[in-house]
Nanobody, 120 residues
Framework: EVQLVESGGGMVQPGGSLRLSCAASGFTFSNYLMTWVRQAPGKGPEWVST????????YYADSVKGRFTISRDNAKNRLYLQMNSLKPEDTALYYC?????????????WGQGTQVTVSS
């Protein structure tokens, strides 16, 4: 059974940083693309970033490019999202997804999510 468990969220002031983690199990983690998706209050899901199975190829939404860094540790079955220079508009539930950018918008691919709140 595929399991994805997000952690690392919290409340931070604008300009601050957080590092999100996603613990994966139930599949061969190193064989799959992985994606971060977020959903702000009252809005639909938004693609954030995708990383290739080898951890080398990465893609970012324009809204986070230059501020966020996606990475993975295949030996630990772990996905990460380093978030710097956080803005209030980054406030959302953040989900780890075992899927490509487009398919990851379907909540069936998500874990339980971790809340990120950026506020002064």
């Amino acid at each position: 059974e595929v399991q994805l468990v997000e952690s690392g969220g919290g409340m931070v002031q604008p300009g601050g940083s957080l590092r999100l983690s996603c613990a994966a199990s139930g599949f061969t983690f190193s064989n799959y693309l992985m994606t971060w998706v977020r959903q702000a209050p009252g809005k639909g899901p938004e693609w954030v970033s995708t990383i290739g199975s080898n951890g080398v190829t990465t893609y970012y939404a324009d809204s986070v490019k230059g501020r966020f860094t996606i990475s993975r540790d295949n030996a630990k079955n772990r996905l990460y999202l380093q978030m710097n220079s956080l803005k209030p508009e980054d406030t959302a539930l953040y989900y780890c997804a075992k899927a490509s950018r487009t398919l990851a918008l379907n909540r069936n691919y998500w874990g339980q999510g971790t809340q990120v709140t950026v506020s002064s």
